[in-house]
């Protein structure tokens, strides 16, 4: 569904992605790991078209949408931030209702807040919360708001963005299990970058590991924890020693 081959892009001297080969299919969870500052967040940014890449070809359904982008394209996308990113003066329904009240796909707006309500209840907050703002929530269910934003439009494509960054461990578990679920149940084709190994092992039908501005491993969970591969190891194990230079 979604092709990379050849991704390159540079910022000034400093060459990020050295030519990324990748490829996504329909329906299936691919979570991308990797140190900090490998590029993960900038090969995301040129899949939405908000980087263009110096080098290589984007593929989306075999068309090529290498360096144009359209507001129908990006419709397709859904997004879970770091941090949720919710805009602080509106309501949360209308944080969840964002997309639905304007754009091309605008809908009435008692039937948006009908939807974001929905939404709220499929990601576990009641109908008491869609009149609350943002700052009055706790981070786990701001993150929930965030999940219930990035599926109110129904994308077929999710990305999250280190989805369980800043929650406690039995609140990461809930939002990697709320995800695994819902991408599931929509049918929708997701992209995570994370940090969190219990997201990866939570949420991956597949991981890819980006070392160096390159695709340095891919596999299952299963293949992921046999490998022999010393970068991987080093990562799923939290090791300071190891190829990987721990000083960034
Ligand atoms: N717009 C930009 N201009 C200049 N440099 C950038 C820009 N965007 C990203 N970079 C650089 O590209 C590198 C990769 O950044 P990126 O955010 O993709 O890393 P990451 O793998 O997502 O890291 P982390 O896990 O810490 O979020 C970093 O060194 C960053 O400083």
């Not at 507001?71 to 003066?89: H, K, W």
């Not at 329904?93 to 997309?99: C, D, G, L, S, T």
């Not at 009240?101 to 807040?113: F, K, M, Q, S, V």
């Not at 501005?213 to 190891?233: C, F, H, I, N």
């Amino acid at each position: 569904m979604i092709g990379l081959s050849g991704i390159e892009k540079a910022f000034g001297p400093k060459k990020v992605l050295r030519g990324v080969d990748l490829s996504v299919a329909r329906g299936e969870s691919l979570v991308i790991i990797g140190g900090s500052g490998t590029g993960k967040s900038v090969l995301l940014k040129c899949i939405l078209g908000l980087v263009r890449p110096d080098a290589g070809r984007i593929t989306f359904d075999g068309a090529d949408v290498t360096g144009r982008r359209s507001d129908a394209f990006l419709a397709q996308f859904g997004m879970l931030f770091q941090g949720a990113a919710l805009f602080d003066s509106m309501p949360v329904w209308q944080n969840v209702a964002f997309r639905l009240l304007r754009g091309p796909g605008r809908r009435p707006h008692a039937e948006a807040r009908e939807i974001a309500v929905e939404k709220l209840r499929r990601v576990g907050l009641g109908p008491e919360v869609a009149d609350l703002f943002p700052a009055e929530l706790s981070g786990g269910m701001q993150k929930r708001v965030g999940l219930a934003r990035a599926i109110a439009a129904e994308p077929r494509v999710i990305f999250f963005d280190e989805p369980t960054t800043g929650l406690d461990p039995i609140m990461a578990g809930v939002i990697n299990d709320l995800i695994r679920d819902l991408v599931t149940e929509m049918g929708a084709t997701a992209i995570t970058i994370t940090h969190d190994m219990s997201s990866v092992r939570a949420i991956a039908d597949r991981v890819a590991m980006l070392h160096d501005g390159k695709l340095r491993w891919e596999g299952s969970v299963a293949q992921m924890d046999s490998t022999d591969d010393p970068y991987v190891a080093q990562f799923i194990h939290g090791r300071a020693e190891g190829p990987i230079a721990a000083i960034r």
